[in-house]
């Protein structure tokens, strides 16, 4: 689950990372209280929504840039108008865009050096990692690939925490080496780590991380992303949680404790077990098709939930096929039989429908399907359920 900058920075805060003054609107009618709580004089004004590159994007209106640096109060309330309820269209939003609801006002910082600064898991050593540069304010990617030298990394044994040595290191490895700006990285990195560990984050980032010429060190922004399986455990981080930043049809599936992921292809997959799911879509891949979603109904899932993942999943005006891949183990092959004749029943399935089913009670649920007069493919291989979906869609689309 991610956040937006704003509740980022409210949570930076709680921590003692330093971070510039800063208040969010979500209606006109709110500038006025929010800038208030900001000096007289120049306001930055930051559009909020879940993807990055806002600066260099275009609003679907003409206006150009979801951060602004406006020389005054009257300036930044013009800016957030133009932005709060517009389309914001970035490189990672893609072309359709998504719309501002939120406007952030922040106090502007003087910058004499730009950092990278993030922890995250590195899944290679099942290991916190801390990752720093000197690079900031652009991708880190980019810096990865092209000046490697300029990365530190610094892996923590999540048994012995954060140490001195670590926190050493990684302000070495900025430069950053008199003594108050030790301590005040030992600070920072201090309540970086205790947030990441403390909330179960998957990514705690500052993207810059700035020194101020008079010496400061603050977070200019703030990326924070979490482990949705750990939020049963916090309750305010689950509050952050704005739904119209994802897709309708993944929190559909949520409610019905589905995983699903929506892809840009068109063969739809509805899978039990996340391995299976990823095997089944790479088998598409190998045939010559192109995966529509990722759906893993899980091991235990009604008959209930399997209706609703066929309604989610032709929801979805992309979709030209669908491939049932069942493997019976806790789940039984005769509930997602009765879930296919249930959902054939209340949402009309148009498309091409193949079913693999093996495993757990696989006799009688075959049996149903048989018996239960639907337009349905049966499959008696993975292989053959793969090359079967694809040569039906691309059949379908030469028609």
């Known amino acids: 689950m991610n956040i937006h900058e704003y509740q980022a920075k409210a949570l930076f805060a709680q921590y003692g990372i330093p971070v510039a003054k800063g208040a969010a609107a979500r209606a006109a009618d709110e500038f006025e209280a929010a800038l208030a709580e900001l000096d007289n004089g120049p306001v930055v004004v930051k559009a909020q929504i879940h993807a990055g590159g806002r600066g260099k994007g275009t609003f679907t209106n003409g206006y150009k840039g979801g951060v602004k640096m406006c020389p005054d109060k009257a300036a930044a309330r013009e800016a957030a108008s133009q932005m709060l309820g517009n389309t914001l269209v970035t490189h990672q939003t893609g072309p359709e865009g998504k719309v501002v609801k939120t406007v952030f006002f922040n106090a502007p910082c003087d910058i004499e050096k730009e950092y990278y600064l993030a922890i995250l898991l590195d899944r290679a050593s ?29 892996t923590i044994d999540p048994a012995a925490g954060l140490q001195s040595y670590h926190k050493r290191k990684i302000a070495f490895g900025l430069g950053l080496t008199s003594k108050e700006q030790l301590k005040q ?39 924070v992303g979490f482990d949705d399986n750990a939020l049963y455990r916090h309750e305010d981080i689950r509050n952050l949680r704005d739904l119209d930043e994802e897709d309708p049809k993944e929190v559909e599936a949520g409610k019905y404790g589905l995983s699903y ?18 095997a089944t879509m790479d088998i598409i891949k190998h045939f010559g098709g192109n995966p529509a979603n990722f759906l893993d109904v899980g091991g235990g899932a009604s008959e209930e939930a399997v209706t ?55 006799k009688e649920g075959k049996q149903l399907l048989a018996e239960s007069g639907l ?16 040569g039906l869609v691309e059949a379908a689309a030469s028609a």
Request: hydrophobic share 45%; aromatic share 4%; glycine share 8%.
């Open 126 to 154: 099942s290991q916190p990692v801390i990752i720093a540069s000197t690079e900031g304010g652009v991708e880190i990617e980019k810096v990865a690939e092209e000046t490697p030298e300029l990365i530190t990394r610094v």
């Open 375 to 390: 337009n349905l493919t049966p499959a008696d291989s993975l292989k053959d359920a793969a090359q079967k979906i694809v």
């Open 185 to 223: 990285m030992d600070k920072l990195l201090t309540g970086l780590y205790k947030l990441y560990w403390e909330k179960d984050a998957s990514l705690a980032e500052i993207n810059p991380l700035i020194t101020t010429p008079e010496g400061n060190i603050i977070a200019l922004d703030a990326k």
């Open 308 to 362: 609703e993942a066929f309604r989610i999943i032709l929801s979805d005006p992309n979709v030209k096929g669908i491939l049932v891949n069942i493997f019976g183990g806790i789940m039984s092959c005769k509930t997602i039989a009765k879930g296919i004749i249930a959902a054939a029943q209340n949402v009309e399935v148009k498309v091409p429908l193949v079913v693999r089913l093996e495993g757990n009670e696989v």
């Open 261 to 278: 992921i929506a892809l840009d292809g068109n063969i739809a997959c509805l899978v039990n077990g996340a391995g299976l799911a990823m």
